[in-house]
C-alpha cells in the first residue's frame, strides 16, 4: 500500500484517538521500521513511557549533538536501565573538535542553522533513511511552526510517515502524565529550563517569558529545522517506505 493511500485512511479517524492508540497504530502498522525520536524532554518522556506500556521492544533514537547536558547524558542512562531499552544515539559526522577545525570556532554562536544542520537535521535525515515512519513529541501549541501537525501526516522533507501522538496535548496534560505515573525527567524542568537542547544554545527562562525564550536567545532562530516541514496535500505524497 503506498503511503498516501496509508494515511488517507486513519489520518481523520487519528485526530480523535488517544497517544496510546496513535502510538500502537504505529507499532502494529510500522513494526521494527519505526522509532521515537527523542531529546527527553518532558513530552518525549511521557512518549517513552506510554510506548513501554504496549511494547518492550519499541526503538527510541536521539540526535546526540555532543552538546547536550550532563544531566541530559544522565537522563538517557536512567531511561535505558529503567524501560530496558538501548537508545540508538545518532552523531555528526562531525566532531566537536573536526567541526571547528573545518568551519571555525562557535559556530553556534555565528551561524546556528548551520551548526544545526551539521549536527541535527542531516544525522537525522541519514537515521530516518532506514525508517519506514517517526515518532515525534511535538505539540501544536509550542510554536507557529507546529501548529498545524496532524497526529499521523506525511513528512515531505524526509520522505516518510510522521506519528504525532501527542500533538493536540498541552504542556499540562504531559506534566499530569509524568507525575502521575512516576516517570523520570530532566531536572532542568525544575530549574527553569522548560526547553532543553545544547549547552550552548539553552538558558533558563524569566518569569513571565515563553517556554521556549531559552532556546537560541538573542536570536530570531526557534526551531533546529527537524520539524519546519510543508504538509503536502494527501494527493501529492506517493512514498513506498511503508
Ligand atoms: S542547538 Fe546550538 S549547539 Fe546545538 S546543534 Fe544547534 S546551533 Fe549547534
Not at 555528526?92 to 546556528?112: M, V
Not at 499521523?152 to 501522538?165: Q, S, T, Y
Not at 517569558?209 to 536570536?219: H, K, L, Q
Amino acid at each position: 500500500m503506498h503511503n498516501n493511500q496509508l494515511i488517507a485512511g486513519v489520518q481523520s479517524k487519528a485526530e480523535g484517538w488517544s497517544p496510546q492508540q496513535v502510538l500502537a497504530w504505529a507499532f502494529d502498522t510500522f513494526g521494527n521500521k519505526v522509532a521515537i525520536s527523542s531529546a527527553f524532554g518532558t513530552e518525549g518522556m511521557a512518549l517513552i513511557d506510554m510506548a513501554s506500556r504496549l511494547r518492550t521492544d519499541f526503538r527510541v533514537f536521539t540526535l546526540d549533538t555532543e552538546f547536550l547536558f550532563p544531566e541530559t547524558y544522565s537522563l538517557m542512562e536512567t531511561i535505558e536501565s529503567r524501560y530496558e531499552i538501548k537508545i540508538e544515539r545518532v552523531v555528526s559526522q562531525f566532531s566537536p573538535e573536526e567541526q571547528e577545525r573545518e568551519y571555525g570556532a562557535a559556530l553556534w554562536a555565528r551561524d546556528p542553522d548551520h551548526c544545526c544542520n551539521l549536527r541535527k537535521v542531516e544525522p537525522l535525515r541519514r537515521k530516518l533513511n532506514e525508517l519506514g515512519a517517526w515518532i515525534t513529541s511535538i505539540r501544536r501549541d509550542q510554536t507557529s511552526f507546529r501548529k498545524d501537525a496532524r497526529k499521523i501526516e506525511w513528512d515531505a522533507k524526509f520522505g516518510l510517515v510522521k506519528v504525532n501522538p501527542i500533538a493536540d496535548w498541552s504542556s499540562n496534560q504531559v506534566w499530569r502524565y509524568l507525575l502521575e505515573h512516576g516517570v523520570p525527567y530532566n531536572p532542568l524542568h525544575d530549574r527553569d529550563y522548560p526547553s532543553i537542547g545544547c549547552t550552548h544554545c539553552t538558558r533558563a527562562i524569566q518569569p513571565g517569558e515563553d517556554p521556549r525564550a531559552g532556546r537560541w536567545s538573542g536570536t530570531s532562530k526557534t526551531e533546529c529545522g527537524l520539524h519546519l516541514i510543508e504538509v503536502q496535500p494527501l494527493a501529492a505524497t506517493a512514498g513506498t517506505k511503508a
